[in-house]
């Protein structure tokens, strides 16, 4: 979704004409996040899509509308009305649209809605938007591991900071995707940062490095700490910390081992691995199998 509002602000700097579709209201089904949006230019280029399948026509025909004439637009789509040509597998629900003709006053927010760096209000028409902050994910340990977990996290609107006091590894050619490198100890940094909009993976593999950063998490409101690791080292970290007095409701915030039982055995697996079982622990889901589930799928 950023990727759109970065366009667009690309766009507006450019002088270049163009209409946004946005997602203010869902019945049903969450097909997509509020706020999604769809930008369509002058020459037909579209950036983004709102997930509203074979419909996606019909909205990009409303945004070529609103680009000629600069009205307001409102479209409601029901994604079950067309359940007979999609063989019963639409998902229900019920979207609301509105279609608008940004101006250059809406650079800046544009902007920063693609950066990402901080929450932005945004009022169209009758509908007002508050698009958050990018969530921020602290990797400890410059590892392969952490390159993957950059690499995928960013895909998924994850601000990726990496903790590591060693130079020769906490490099941007070893970790190209990691928005930030802290080339500090963790119990330098991590105090400063932590919050309830932070979470924390440890992958050091070293006493001199876990140990430290598990204890700035745990005196922390960080809603996710996971620390990679076998059995053996999950047990022997909970008992160093253990002796230091915290208790077995605080050790039992640590997610070790890390990561949701896929069968993963590549870095990149395990990332997938670690990154779903943050999205669920987030979403307050179990993390099992759709196919196991009788509720609603988002």
């Known amino acids: 979704m950023r990727d759109v509002f970065a366009t667009a602000a690309a766009w507006l700097e450019e002088g270049r004409r163009f209409a946004l579709a946005t997602l203010c209201e869902l ?6 996040p509020l706020g999604t949006t769809v930008a369509v230019d002058g020459d037909g280029r579209i950036a983004g899509n709102i997930g509203a399948g074979c419909y996606e026509s019909e909205i990009i025909e409303a945004a070529q509308a609103t680009l000629a004439d600069g009205a307001l637009r ?11 040509l999609a063989g019963g597998t639409a998902c229900g629900a019920v979207m609301r649209l509105l279609v608008w ?10 902007f920063a809605i693609g950066e990402g760096e901080r929450a932005v209000r945004v009022q169209i028409g009758g509908f007002e938007h508050v698009f958050p902050a990018k969530q921020t994910l602290i990797v400890v340990g410059a590892t392969a591991l952490a390159a993957d977990l950059a690499a995928i996290g ?11 006091p060693r130079h020769a590894f906490a490099t941007y050619e070893r970790l190209p995707d990691a ?3 802290v080339r500090e100890w963790p119990d330098e940094y991590l105090p400063h940062v932590l919050s309830g909009d932070t979470a924390l993976i440890v992958l050091s593999h070293d006493p001199k ?5 598990l204890r700035c998490a745990l005196r922390s409101p960080a809603p996710y700490i996971g620390l990679l690791g076998s059995r053996r080292a999950q047990a022997a970290r909970r008992s160093a910390l253990r ?11 640590i997610h070790g081992p890390v990561g949701l039982d896929i069968g993963g055995t590549t870095t990149a697996e395990t990332a997938i691995s670690i990154l779903a079982e943050i999205v669920a622990t987030r979403s307050g889901r179990p993390g099992r199998p759709l196919l196991a589930e009788s509720g609603a799928i988002h």
């Open 27 to 32: 019945r049903a089904a969450k097909p997509a």
């Open 243 to 253: 002796a230091e007095g915290f208790d077995e409701r605080a050790l039992d915030r």
């Open 209 to 213: 490095f876990d140990l430290p950063a």
């Open 101 to 110: 003709r940004p101006g250059i006053e809406f650079l800046d927010d544009a």
């Open 154 to 164: 960013r895909r998924m609107d994850l601000k990726i900071v990496v903790v590591d």
């Open 179 to 181: 928005n930030a490198i």
């Open 74 to 84: 409102t479209l409601e789509i029901n994604l079950d009305t067309d359940d007979e």
